[in-house]
């Protein structure tokens, strides 16, 4: 047989506790520590393992090297994978420095590909360290993940590596790393930054898209979907409506504040909750009817998974997969191609269910029939 692939793998533990949170990001001590004390916890090792899944019945076929605790060790502790932890964390709370540190030691082992569970802020900290040419890919685990070097969802990244390690691919493609202000985000203002770019496995199917700015629609065709929507709301539902441009055009029209960036609760067209978190959204949703409102990720095709944490699994089925309205512009959706609309709620069962043909509201008394899959492929 020949050599084994030498993955790194690595992982930020805190990664997307904020975005449950309503917290619009996990960067800074004091973000982690509000979630906490809020009593969400990190999904980073729940979806990490989704990935590795993929990995088992080519185990034979390469060896991981990864940093202790944390970061790469207790995760692969029970899969009998063949791994060598190469280094620790300084302390108990991992930071920035420590992603950093781990990548540096890491190259040392003349690594095929890196593997890593975060977000942008850990991507950031990937590319620090990064030597050029390392080709790496990313399992989408934060808030916000506007950056290309996520596979568009864990399961992804798994048979993306598995492909990689039966040698079925090995072209590779410049990807951008973007982070955001959180600070600004959280007062409704994006700001991206442009970091530089690093090495993936070119695989589109596989791997999304680096996002688009969603500031660039057409006001009447979303005004004609506010209008739209506004007219069929029904009277006693709570309309959980997501983040967005497209949505907070709902809100204007109903003449109600928005969190471009959060998910507002309104009941009988007065606001009932602004910016909610996942436990107030859950607690509203099991007392009386639903209907959750999201638009499309401009350039990715995400409904769920992206900036929309809040709007967890088990307030997706809580209030129903028949009581899901999609809206948004025609030429968001023909930028698609043929990708069509994405989900990555965490929960593959539910991102199973989510499947289908799905009504995506684009204009007054006007809409179209979309796709919406988990990303089905085979290795």
Do not use: W
Request: charged share 20%; glycine share 12%.
């Amino acid at each position: 047989m020949p050599d084994r692939l030498r993955i790194g793998l690595i992982l930020n533990p805190v990664a997307g506790i904020g975005g449950p949170a309503a917290l619009k990001g996990s960067d800074g001590v004091e973000t982690v520590q509000r979630a906490q004390a809020l009593g969400f916890e990190t999904q980073v090792e729940v979806r990490t393992r989704l990935a590795l899944d993929q990995l088992r019945p080519h185990a034979a076929r390469f060896r991981l090297f990864t940093y202790g605790g944390p970061m790469g060790e207790s995760v692969l502790a029970d899969y009998g994978f063949d791994f060598e932890v190469v280094g620790n964390p300084e302390g108990k709370t991992t930071n920035p420095e420590d992603t950093r540190a781990a990548v540096r030691c890491l190259q040392q082992y003349d690594l095929d590909m890196l593997l890593f569970a975060g977000g942008d802020g850990t991507a950031r900290d990937i590319f620090d360290a990064l030597r050029p040419g390392q080709v790496v890919l990313g399992v989408p685990c934060g808030v916000k993940m506007h950056s290309g070097v996520f596979a568009i969802n864990p399961v992804a990244a798994g048979k993306l590596v598995a492909r990689i390690c039966c040698g079925q691919l090995a072209s590779v493609a410049e990807r951008e790393v973007r982070d955001i202000d959180e600070e600004a985000f959280r007062q409704g203002k994006v700001r991206t930054r442009y970091y530089g770019e690093m090495c993936v496995p070119d695989a589109l199917s596989y791997v999304q898209q680096t996002k688009t700015g969603g500031r660039e629609v057409e006001a009447i065709v979303v005004a004609d979907i506010a209008a739209e929507v506004v007219e069929n709301m029904s009277a006693g539902v709570f309309y959980l409506v997501g983040s967005g441009s497209t949505t907070a055009a709902i809100m204007d029209a109903l003449h109600l504040p928005n969190t471009l960036l959060g998910v507002d609760v309104v009941r009988d067209r007065a606001l009932v909750l602004a910016d909610a978190n996942e436990v107030q959204l859950y607690d509203i949703v099991v007392k009386d009817r639903a209907q959750i409102i999201v638009t499309v990720i401009g350039g990715q095709g995400h409904i769920f998974g992206r900036g929309n944490q809040q709007l967890s699994p088990r307030v997706i089925r809580q209030v129903g997969l028949d009581h899901l309205t999609i809206v948004a512009t025609k030429s968001k959706l023909n930028d698609l191609g043929d990708s069509g609309l994405l989900v990555d709620t965490g929960d593959a069962k539910l991102d199973q269910e989510l499947t289908g043909l799905y009504k995506v509201t684009t204009g007054y008394e006007d809409a179209v029939l979309c796709r919406v899959s988990a990303g089905d492929f085979t290795t």
